[in-house]
């Protein structure tokens, strides 16, 4: 159980102080101050068909296509400059940043908003004669939230457009809210205060409760639960913000470094770190090379009496129940490598009658009663020779006896 009624009166209050953003407040977006260390100095706008945001850009937009960062401030503040350092930040290193409310806005947002500003990038993308015409990345696609804004982001992550998911000092507030853990398929990442955050406590029974096998990453920075959002271009949550962000929608390895493995460059560092399921993406593990020199002696012409091994590596899977009510059933299965490596897997789930898939996390559905095909996602694909992996779903009706096959895909 969580400790609800104080944490929910911070997230709902806290908003950065907007004078300590550093751009021209109220100045009309060609005057706005330009600025972050990236190599593409960043402002802001305004525009008429997104008049209840704050976009963050690149002063001159790159050839490169920007992927998007979709943002809910602290406190849900329909300022859409309440980090407007951090965004601002980001934009530079080649980002669309998309906050929730109009520059100097007041009042509060909701989580409609976020989705509000992917339907608007895509849609600009799209349009003949837009600035963003055919420069963003669409495909790629980040939301995430400060506090408040967390909760937020937390809401909109099942949209399919989603890449990943990130949650700044924030947590969820309520047990029955859970069902968003559980819904979770794509990669996210906690950057939180340390204890002395007033969301600490939240993010950490949430970081429990994640799916198995749900690629995450945690870093704790003993600052409380303001961060370091206001700070020239956003203080070390600007910095490190950055570099997930170039990781997860660049596919740049070497700043995913900073979040992989036992000497990642946050581990050790001020950050206090925790990871779960994480792979450099595009990082196969190594294979033994084939020879580059032919043999001396020419191979035998007669076929072999035994014909070789077709068709892929084998694997395993195994079914369970972990919940099961009256209308509905969480279940996991577990897949298991052989005693060769995967490239990938694909499993046959039979489910009994009257039953159904009504979401599902790290795999991939074909289907979504009786027989239901699953493959794998892009990153728990490969598996090592005894290795597994698994993957998750919420369905209807009653869960007991379905079936598992496994294949090498």
């Not at 945001?53 to 050839?63: E, G, K, S, V, W």
């Not at 009786?370 to 005894?386: C, E, F, K, P």
């Amino acid at each position: 159980m969580r400790s609800r009624p104080k944490i929910a009166a911070v997230l709902a209050t806290v908003i950065v102080p907007v004078a300590a953003v550093t751009v021209a407040l109220g100045a009309p977006p060609a005057g706005a101050a330009v600025g972050g260390s990236g190599p593409y100095p960043a402002d802001y706008e305004n525009a008429a068909s997104l008049a209840n945001h704050t976009i963050f850009r690149p002063q001159n937009l790159p050839a490169e296509r920007l992927p998007i960062l979709v943002w809910g401030n602290g406190g849900c503040s329909a300022n859409g400059l309440s980090q407007g350092n951090f965004l601002r930040e980001i934009a530079s290193h080649g980002f669309l940043a998309i906050a929730n409310g109009a520059p100097n806005g007041s009042g509060s947002t909701t989580s409609q908003m976020l989705t509000q500003s992917i339907d608007w990038a895509v849609a600009e993308n799209s349009r003949p004669g837009s600035k963003y015409y055919d420069k963003l990345d669409t495909t790629k696609v980040a939301v995430a939230g400060f506090s408040c804004g967390g909760l937020e982001a937390y809401a909109v992550s099942n949209d399919p457009r989603v890449t990943t998911t990130g949650i700044f000092s924030s947590g969820l507030l309520n047990d029955a809210d859970d069902y968003q853990l559980r819904r979770l398929t794509k990669p996210i990442a906690y950057f939180i205060g340390g204890p002395s955050d007033i969301a600490y406590p939240n993010a950490i029974d949430d970081w429990g409760k994640l799916p198995a096998g749900l690629p995450a990453f945690m870093g704790n920075l003993n600052v409380g639960h303001g961060g370091t959002y206001d700070q020239p271009n956003g203080g070390e949550f600007g910095r490190v913000a950055v570099l997930y962000l170039k990781w997860r929608l660049k596919g740049d390895t070497t700043a995913g470094a900073n979040f992989v493995g036992a000497n990642c460059g946050l581990c050790h560092s001020q950050w206090s770190v925790q990871q779960k399921n994480l792979t450099l993406d595009g990082d196969p593990p190594p294979t033994t090379a084939p020879p580059t020199v032919a043999p001396t002696t020419a191979p035998p012409t007669v076929p072999p009496t035994t014909p070789p091994p077709t068709g892929t590596p084998a694997c395993t899977a195994a079914y369970t129940v972990q919940d099961q009510w009256n209308s509905g059933f969480v279940a996991t299965v577990t897949v298991t490598a052989a005693s060769t490596p995967l490239t990938g897997w694909r499993v046959t789930l039979n489910l009994p009658s009257g039953a159904s898939v009504s979401s599902m996390w790290n795999g991939v559905a074909s289907g979504t009663s009786g027989t239901v095909t699953v493959t794998n996602q892009s990153y728990n694909g490969r598996l090592a020779a005894g290795q597994s992996t698994s993957f998750g779903f919420q369905g209807s009706g009653n869960g007991s006896g379905a079936t598992v096959t496994c294949a090498g895909a």
